[in-house]
Each structure stands twice: as C-alpha cells, then as structure tokens.
C-alpha cells in the first residue's frame, strides 16, 4: 500500500480531532461540478480518504474533494491543475459522463464572530471542520443534479409544446406513439433520479450525528432553493407526463375508431356481395 504524505497525514489527524479545521485558510473558494449520472465511489482507493460517507479524499496539491455517488464532485480550495488531476483519476469511475458539466461556484469565508449561512454570495462558516465543509458540498451538489434536470426539462417542454399547440389548433396530436412513449419514459427517469438516486429533499446522513448543525444546513438549502425548485421540477415533469399522455390516448382512440371503421365496411361489403349473390346468382360471378 502506498504511504499517506504528510499532507494527507496532517489532513487526517485533524479529521480525526473533529474540532480541528480541515483547511488552514480563512477564505477560500467552492467548486460544484457535476460529471456524470454515476460515481463508483467504491472502486476508489482509500489512502487519501478522509470520510466515507460522503467520500471525502485529501487533494494532493492542497485541498478536499468531496465525492457523491449520484455524479457530483466538489473541490474546497482546490487550484485548475488539481482540479483536472482529480477528475483525470475519476475517468474509470464515472459512468455516462457529461460533456459539459454542471458547475456551481461560491466563496467561503471563515468567521467565527458571524452568524452562519450566505452572505450576498459568499458562505460564512463558523469554523472550517470537515462536518460544515461536508454540508456545504451537499448543498452544491444537489444545486447542480437540479440545474441538470431544469435544463433538461425545458428541453423536453420544447419537444411536447407543439404537441399541445397541434391539439389547440387542429384538435388531434401529431406525433406517432414510439416518440410519445419516449416522452414518457424521460419523465418517468427524471423522476426516479432526481427522487431515488438523488434524494433531493433529502437530510443528510451527517446531520443524524450533528444535529446541531441543522439550521446551517436549512440555511443554506433555503438560499439556493433546494426545495423550491425540486417541487417546480415535479410539477413540470407531471406536465408533461400529463401532456404526452393525452395526446397517446387520443392516438390510440383514433386508431380504434379507424379499426371500427375498417370493420363496419367490410360488413357492408360483405351485405352487399350477400344481397348481389342472392339477386343475381352465382352463375354470373
């Protein structure tokens, strides 16, 4: 096994305190990045590691790097060429990984004299142990998971409005089933992630063990509207499960009413080719 630097050393020693800051700095920044739908945070080496849950690994440059299963890294005090090293050795990691991640970027200043939560847009904290920093980054991370699906979500409304406009104007939808039931199925998925995989509205685990950090949390949860914008995403995707629903019923029913026309003329012709039997005999078939 490959030895701890004394970076890591002395990053785990004040860990192990609790009480001690994980970063010496009194101001510093915060950095949100959401690379991929999955981390597998358990493939991962356990040398530089400072909690497990959520995994918390010491950057060897300087700095912490936060990890969430659901895809979200996030680097306190990290400098650009750390940054790309931790993301580099996270590759094999992350599954679907996104082209373009989600980011979120906040400063955090350290001021025991002042009231905990944000201050226009930086943080302040009490101290800067691995419970806060910790806290900080659920945060960050869940802002970021919920600015995918928003984005995500509009691009779905943009698909399904001319669904709606179809109906308006000409009273019938215009899409084939196949692409209504892939609607169908992207809302369902974004439900499932953002509820299941996620857990958006979710405590985190960290405040079962330090409940008294609780109202920080709340905090800074209300500040960047965690809950807001979690019950907006839901009422969106109801939408448009509700509006790629109408308009597959309305498909199927025009369907059936066309089958139920197919039939009733083949009855009719099979009358006629009866009565044409009857009156001018087989004989002239």
Known sequence: MQAESPLEQALGAQCARGASPILPKTTFSARALLIGERIDVRSLGATERLAASPLTLAVAGGG????????SVVFFDV?????????????????QPHARPETEHVEIRVAPDREEGMDGSTVCLRDGTLDRLQLVAEVLSKSVVLALYESRVAENFQRV????????????????ARELLRHL????????????????????????ERPELERLYLRLADEFEIRERHLVL?????????????V??????????????????????????????????????
Do not use: C, H
Not at 79 to 94: F, H, K
Not at 161 to 176: F, H, W
Not at 185 to 208: H, M
């Open 248 to 285: 597959l019923e309305l498909l199927q029913n025009r369907r059936s009413l066309r089958v139920e026309w197919y039939i009733v003329i083949l009855i009719v012709f099979e009358i006629l080719l009866t009565l044409y039997q009857m009156f001018v005999g087989p004989g002239s078939l």
């Open 64 to 71: 912490v790097a936060v990890l969430f299963r659901y895809g």
């Open 79 to 95: 400098a650009p060429q750390d940054e790309e090293a931790v993301l580099s050795r996270l590759g094999p990691a992350v599954s």
């Open 161 to 176: 409005e001319p669904l709606a406009v179809d109906l308006e104007q000409r009273g019938r939808g215009g899409r084939n």
């Open 185 to 208: 199925g992207r809302g369902l998925l974004s439900e499932l992630q953002i509820v299941g995989r996620v857990e958006v509205t979710d405590k985190p685990e960290l405040l079962w």
């Open 234 to 246: 839901e009422r969106k995707l109801g939408l448009l499960s509700r509006t790629a629903t109408t």
